[in-house]
């Protein structure tokens, strides 16, 4: 699809938007900051927003996309919410000299598919809640799983960064963007795929009643997930220059230095991130059985790794430490926050997650926001941890954007204190 003339000085308008935020002085110094952060040297916790309901957001209009093209619209869309969020709630985050152009890869995935019902919406957002059919029944489905497989398009990559240049014209830094892998790097969370397959419940009772048949599900996917970082490594497509891994950033020495200085596109120059959300569940003993082995043959192809989500892991990180190259480890609100600062060490690096629950209030108690977010930092402090602090899974705010505006001073002024 062509764009229209007015389309290009919608992209343009944007970008240069774009790079006069990216120019600013203050983006190398935050990623000075985050540096010393994830060498275990923190100068202060830092701060940053992820996975917000966009579509509750747009109280300005400024997220409005206009560009027909699929393709060009992602760009676009991009672009409006690194500046939005930039002049709203941008904590510590990180706006880069350069326009990443997504790649042209087709995917693969593990070529089964989950049967979904929706069941309920919250009107205007993407909040939903949903029930999952189990389609793993028996060893014939298993032999449904398929090698994640991928591939460039070439001529439609260079296409793409072609028409780029064009649009932008050469005072525009351009890199190529995210692949297969995303932004945020490789999922190596099979358990959530699994529960898609064969729902919460029918897994729960599964690793009690056919241990031997969660244990071949799990083999199977695991080689499936090694299969794609492979390719991946073949083709050189994963994300090198990503600044970012599961919400958080980063740069490091040994592997992002700076901006788009990424050591080469395989898998053992990147972040991947894994969990097993439903873990939260179920024992540690059952942690050590049906998740180390797989996540430990799938993190050893990656530089570091950031393990965890919304899974508790306050009572279980001995298990967590033995994956290899971990690096972060989340800790959500439904981890003991205190037993998880005194159990983590000073090596790595306490990723909390405060709770979003707060902000989808019908009002929201500020002080006891930042209260919250006070005692996370004072038991960092007196633990000597390294502490980020990730705001994410922000399912609704209600349509009062502003609170992420809120949050965000009340989080920096904490971790300024």
Known sequence: MTLTAKERETLRNLAREYMEIAVLPIQQEKVDLW????????????VNIDQVPWAELNNDGSLTCVI????????????????????????????????????????????????????????????????FENVLNGEADIAKIQ????????AQD??????????????????????????YGLNLGIWDFMTML????????AMIDEPDFIHACLNRLTESTIAGITKANDLRLHNDNSNRCHCSYIYTDDLLPGFAQGKGPVSENCWAFG????????????????????????AEYFGMIYYGCCDRLDDRLDIVREIPNVRKVSCSP?????????????????????????????SVNWEIVRSDIRRTIDLAESNNVNLELILKDVSTVR?????LTEWSRIAMEEVCR
């Open 35 to 46: 540096k010393s952060l994830n060498r275990s040297q923190m100068q202060r916790p830092m």
């Open 399 to 403: 349509f009062h954007p502003e609170r």
């Open 334 to 362: 439904w981890s003991d926050r205190r037993n998880f600062a005194e159990n983590i060490g000073s090596d790595l690096i306490m990723s909390n997650k405060p709770t979003p629950a707060y902000l989808a209030e019908d």
């Open 68 to 131: 027909m093209d699929p393709y060009w619209r992602e760009v676009e869309s991009g672009l409006r919410q690194t500046i939005y969020q930039w002049k709203y709630f941008r904590a510590d985050m990180v706006v880069e000299p350069f326009i990443a152009i997504p790649r042209v890869v087709k995917f693969q995935g593990y070529g089964i598919g989950a049967k979904v019902e929706k069941l309920e919406q919250y009107e205007g957002t993407s909040a939903a809640s949903q029930h």
């Open 198 to 205: 064969m729902g919460i419940e029918d897994a729960y009772y």
């Open 158 to 183: 260079q296409l793409r960064m072609n028409e780029a240049g064009e649009i932008f014209g050469s005072d525009i830094p351009l890199i190529p963007g995210a692949t297969f892998t995303g932004n």
């Open 275 to 298: 969990l097993a959300q439903l873990f939260t569940g179920v024992s540690p003993e059952f942690m050590r059985e049906f998740e180390l082995p797989y996540i430990s043959r799938m």
């Open 147 to 154: 090698d994640m497989d991928m591939y460039l398009d070439e």
